[in-house]
């Protein structure tokens, strides 16, 4: 079996992705190929491919539009119908929707946000969250070629070794706008706003009990010099915007310090924080799960600690 | 305009008990003593719907909502406050297989009733099955565009002004009919609850039920289904006070040199 990962030039993550990529493919033995698509014609220097056997480096003509049929368009050029390939892309937003086109065009089996990927006697065995990330659930292809997307960890390994031959391509097809669509504009996140890039999170659950708690976590996450972050519920009801929201359906994050306050670590809001290198869980029921993915727990109420965190602090800022 | 909205009516996850999670497999897990309830992104599809037929409505333009849901449960209580917030029409297709690790086929027996609609609303995963892969597979069948992760949708000059969660913003894009929409972090993610009149008014309306046998070409096998094992271990700061325990925080972020 034939392994290609399928990459597209895209924001300042796409090294990580290369990288995490390269890592999960690992376990299926063998070396894997590389497509990486271009962002546009004259694009600039080409990141790190270590892990890779080799590199396609795909070139568009002129500059591709964020649409994930041209990033199936690119696989499609290496992937045939009756190749014996595991097609394997990023599961960000658009790597996803691309894979399920690249999929539906080859006419194969595609499996969406893979945790991990393992070799076993009957061939490559994927696994994924299923029941809200409460439980695991593993496949195996019934036939190749198969199309997958995996999840993407923050800060992956960078894989050691010699860095492979690149070979550029040019894309076979300029970009037509499909008939569908009237117009089209991407609107882009304002950079701070990610909190996938803080280094200290403080994450507010439904346990902050009202609207009118959210300045005070707000004061504590600056008093630590961290960013402010919410589970679903408290986005939904309003209480912060929806893009501080973490968790398995919104921003995995995997921060040096994440403090959550008053979340009850429901298996969904736990994989977006499980990474955090220290988690601090607060919560006023000794039994509440969250403390099953924490590094030290605080059995107390949330609001009374951050006043008391504040006062102790006394306007002193750390980090 | 014809909308139909495709939703599942899932069990609440957050009630299942913790032995039950710990000896899941694939021929053994039975979570039906929990509460039923609209699958999540269902019930934002759901309200996004009525709140284009109420806009469109309001232009003097005719709109109709149906839903369509697969399923062998007796589902009244949530057809009840969809008929009264105004949905027109339900159909209920039973099979005698299970589906949950069956896109393709759950695709193929929406595509039968979604087809004679101008759009069709979804929610983008089921929060069970987790596959995420229907509404693609639908848009394949039906041979439409599908539109992932909507946040919104409202009428617009020329067609229908969707704005979808993207990588690096939000895609806001003006779809011409017919096309699929699934809905991921809604900005209306709860659906509407009907009055007593209201209730009252559709008091006698049925949901229509039909008999189906699914088919679909899956291309991947489920074979173990589990709960990974935690392996992390908390430390629990004691204290007498949340001022001692804040202190005791701030001295172990210290010594963590996290502070
Ligand atoms: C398909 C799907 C996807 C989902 N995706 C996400 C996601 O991406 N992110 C996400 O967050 N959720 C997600 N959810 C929802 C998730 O399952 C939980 O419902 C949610 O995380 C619960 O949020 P919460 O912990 O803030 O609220 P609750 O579950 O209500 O928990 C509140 C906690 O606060 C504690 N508490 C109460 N008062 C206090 C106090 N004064 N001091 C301290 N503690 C207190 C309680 O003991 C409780 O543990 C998803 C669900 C589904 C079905």
Redesign the pocket.
């Known amino acids: 079996m034939k392994i290609v990962a399928v990459i597209r030039e895209s924001s300042a993550q796409v090294q990580n992705q290369i990288y995490a990529l390269a890592e999960s493919i690992r376990p299926l033995g063998g070396s894997a190929q590389l497509i990486y698509l271009r962002k546009c014609e004259d694009a600039g220097e080409l990141p790190d491919f270590r892990g890779y056997e080799k590199v396609l480096a795909v070139r568009p003509k002129g500059t591709l539009p964020e649409d994930p049929e041209v990033w199936a368009d690119a696989a499609e050029m290496f992937v045939k119908p009756d190749e014996e390939v595991l097609a394997v892309l990023p599961a960000t937003m658009e790597g996803s929707e691309a894979a399920a086109l690249l999929a539906g065009r080859l006419g194969c089996g595609c499996l969406l946000n893979v945790k991990t990927l393992r070799q076993s006697e009957e061939g490559p065995v994927l696994s994924r969250p299923a029941y809200?990330n409460n439980l695991t659930v593993s496949f195996v292809p019934e036939s190749l070629p198969a199309v997958c997307s995996v999840t993407v960890q923050p800060a992956a390994e960078v894989p050691e070794g010699e860095a492979p031959a690149v070979e550029e391509v040019q894309l076979a097809e300029a970009y037509e706008e499909p008939s569908w669509l009237e117009d089209a504009e991407i609107i882009p996140r304002a950079e701070e706003e990610g909190i996938t890039a803080a280094k200290r999170v403080v994450v507010a659950?439904?346990?902050v009990?009202s609207r009118e708690k959210i300045p005070q976590m707000q004061e504590l996450a600056e008093a630590l010099d961290a960013r402010l972050a919410a589970?679903?519920?408290?986005v939904y009801d309003g209480w912060v915007d929806k893009s501080c929201?973490?968790?398995?359906?919104?921003a995995i994050i995997a921060p040096e310090l994440c403090v959550v306050?008053?979340?009850?670590?429901?298996a969904?809001?736990a994989a977006?924080v499980e990474k955090s290198k220290y988690l601090v869980a607060?919560?006023?029921?000794p039994s509440?799960a969250?403390f099953r993915i924490a590094d030290l727990g605080i059995v107390?109420?949330?609001?009374a600690l951050a006043e008391a965190l504040l006062r102790e602090l006394g306007g002193e800022k750390v980090g | 305009m014809r909308i139909i909205v495709c939703f599942k009516v899932t069990q609440d996850?957050?009630s299942v008990m913790k032995r039950d999670w710990e000896q899941a497999s694939l021929e053994a897990f039975d979570i039906s003593y929990t509460q039923k309830e609209l699958n999540?992104y269902d019930e934002a599809a759901l309200e996004a719907a009525l709140r284009l037929q109420d806009a469109l409505r309001a232009s003097g333009e005719e709109a109709v909502v149906d839903a369509v849901t697969i399923g062998n449960g007796n589902y009244d209580i949530f057809y009840k406050n969809m008929f009264a917030v105004g949905v027109n029409q339900i159909f209920q297709i039973h099979t005698e297989e299970d589906l949950t690790w069956r896109p393709d086929a759950v695709a193929g027996l929406l595509a039968e009733a979604a087809q004679p609609y101008d759009a069709v609303f979804m929610g983008c995963?089921n929060?069970m099955g987790e596959n995420g892969l229907t509404p693609y597979l639908l848009a394949g069948r039906l041979g439409r565009p599908c539109l992932n992760q909507v946040i919104s949708v409202r009428c617009a000059e020329g067609g229908l002004r969707a704005v979808c969660e993207r990588d690096a913003g939000e895609l806001h894009a003006t779809v011409r009919q017919p096309a699929v929409y699934a809905f991921g972090n809604s900005d209306t993610p709860y659906l509407r609850v009907a009055t007593l009149r209201e209730k009252l008014a559709v008091k006698g309306k049925k949901a229509e039920h039909l008999e189906r046998s699914p088919e679909g070409k899956e291309g991947f096998r489920a074979c173990r289904l589990f709960q990974e094992s935690l392996v992390k271990e908390c430390t629990f700061l004691e204290g007498e006070s949340a001022e001692e325990k804040a202190r005791g925080l701030l001295d172990t972020l210290r010594k963590e040199k996290l502070a």
């Open positions: 809200s659950g439904r346990g009990g589970t679903r519920p408290v929201m973490v968790g398995a359906s919104s306050m008053g979340a009850s670590g429901a969904a809001f977006g607060v919560n006023n029921d509440a969250v107390e109420d949330c609001n | 996850l957050e999540c995963k929060a």
